[in-house]
């Protein structure tokens, strides 16, 4: 029988297997961030050992970074600890980082495939859960924690236990005003938070074909949302076209292309599930919720806890309702919005920001709303500026921000107040998640334009 | 590490599903650069509200969380995991964890038992009854037993032996050295590397 795709890439990182023991993996590429390395290097330094490939290891400051002023000290002294100790980590092991002010410097998520070191049939490892966004190269990419950070430092490889295989067929073609985030919030909708758990999801069918690379990475980065610790693509000339030319494109390109063609699932390979999702019909999605999976077409109202006849589901959602302010039966597109934000590992690329200015402008935001514009790295935010994509933004009365994750989960002072609402082009929804108290609605770029114009959730369809 | 053989404690009844990470600590605790010290992050937000279970007196001393399904779900910090460790908890029991929790909980010694929604429920029903319930949990025998219920729990034989023996993964992989090195020699030039810098 023929292997899948995550089964051959599993295959290829044995380093050693034995009965009634976890697999040992060979970890081709380390990301590593300010929030959690920290206690991993301490580990590192207490059991007096090294980092075995400082040459497959990379760092970045991105969750804890202001995403103003950021040539002056970080304000909030324990944020700027933290960033420090990373810096003084990668000084002491020897590791490459890209510091606040580097052009280099961003989301983790953002930079790897940026720089052309996120290549298929890879093994990419980081202590975030959002390292499924590699996936969209074919690689087989999943966050994992801190012990686990500490163990690939210390030996490049990780024990893990091989998961089982789950396909998402997506046929179809979407319609004007659909997007990437769609496709992944609808598959969330219909399989749960807890869908993918134990699974690596591959994404296949004509839509999933038809995306462009930055696409292909907002539908894998939520596959975490899904319960899935991987999500991926197999890799073809959309692949291959986007890596060419990167600073660490291989340099010999041609043997490097020859592999990655061997990288797709055998037509005779059998995955443990499969799931069909048809992409003529889907509208844009936004959730109503307090968990991804709660999530709905614009065009449906907030559904009514009395209907889910799954009990557990029918609590969430009485308390989801309660903790958002929400009343069911109102429509979705009546929902008043605070704060817009248009950033992150999930849609905060340069194609993101084109969609979303292209839609601004000339135009202005409503009055009772503000709306922060963070590219996921300073290298987006640079190609922004040179098309001039800054200006639409500031223009259009939008915030035009530095790099990180910022309101993503409000770990740095871009937080949404007690009640505030916000529509972000992020990825959880969870209480609390953008600041205390803030409710968060799930949306794609196209969607938080339009929503930035009317104040209220939208689609470009309304305008 | 230390071993995990036996404990014996009370529980805590956790009535909420899908319990994801930023709720067990939410984001802004997770500047610390020690592994102590975070019990004052755990479920932040629902501790501000005294009806919240864990702030109930009868429940102060529990050391056995049981949890509603999809429990851990969202960011990987292990922070979490730590959380739950600094507060005093040694054993989460939910019907569903999400993987990177699980993977996590189980390197750092808190033992995550799955156990049917129906036993879950019925447990949550017994500690609300009487909260002093003792509940033992066996990892040796693979049982979490209270009042007269004595329930079978899966865990692999590997992941036990390593909580029992409180063993550092870390460790147990340095000794495998000799097949990393081989698996190094044999990967292809291709393969990309971070050094030297190429912009």
Known sequence: MGKTLAEKIWAEHVVRQADGEPDLIYIDLHLIHEVTSPQAFDGLRLAGRSVRRPDLTIATEDHNVPTMNIDKPIADPVSKLQVDTLRANCAEFGLRIHSLGDKDQGVVHVVGPQLGITQPGMTIVCGDSHTSTHGAFGALAFGIGTSEVEHVLATQTLPLQRPKTMAINVEGSLKPGVTSKDIILAIIAKIGTGGGQGYVIEYRGSAIRALSMESRMTVCNMSIEAGARAGLIAPDQTTFDYIKGKPHAPEDFDPAVAYWKTLFTDSDAKFDVEVDLNADDLEPFVTWGTNPGQGLPLNAVVPNPADFADSEQRTAAERALVYMGLEAGTPLKKIAIDTVFLGSCTNGRIEDLRAAADILKGKKIASSLRMLVVPGSARVRLEAEAEGLDKVFLDAGAEWRNAGCSMCLGMNPDQLAVGERSASTSNRNFEGRQGKGGRTHLVSPLVAAATALRGTLSSPADL | ?199
């Open chain 2, 1 to 199: 590490m230390e071993k995990f053989i036996t404990h014996i404690g009370t529980g805590v009844p956790l009535r909420r599903s899908n319990v994801d990470t930023d709720q067990i600590i939410p984001a802004v605790y997770l500047k610390r650069v020690t592994r102590s010290g975070f019990e004052d992050g755990l479920f932040a937000a629902w501790r501000n509200d005294p009806e919240f279970v864990l702030n109930q007196p009868q429940f102060k001393s529990a050391t056995v969380l049981v949890a509603g399904a999809d429990f851990g779900t969202g960011s990987s910090r292990e922070h979490a995991v730590w959380a739950l460790q600094n507060y005093g908890f040694k054993v989460v029991i939910s019907s569903r964890f999400a993987d990177i929790f699980r993977g996590n909980s189980l390197k750092g010694g808190l033992l995550t038992i799955i156990l049917d929604q129906s036993d879950v429920e019925a447990m949550w029903e017994a500690i609300e009854a009487e909260p002093a319930t003792p509940i033992t949990v066996n990892l040796e025998e693979r049982t979490v037993s209270y009042g007269s219920k004595n329930l079978p729990f899966a865990i692999d034989d590997y992941t036990r032996w390593r909580l029992m023996e409180g063993l550092d993964d870390i460790g147990l992989t340095l000794k495998q050295t000799d097949f990393i090195d081989s698996f190094e020699k044999k990967r292809p030039a291709y393969k990309p590397a971070t050094l030297p810098i190429r912009s």
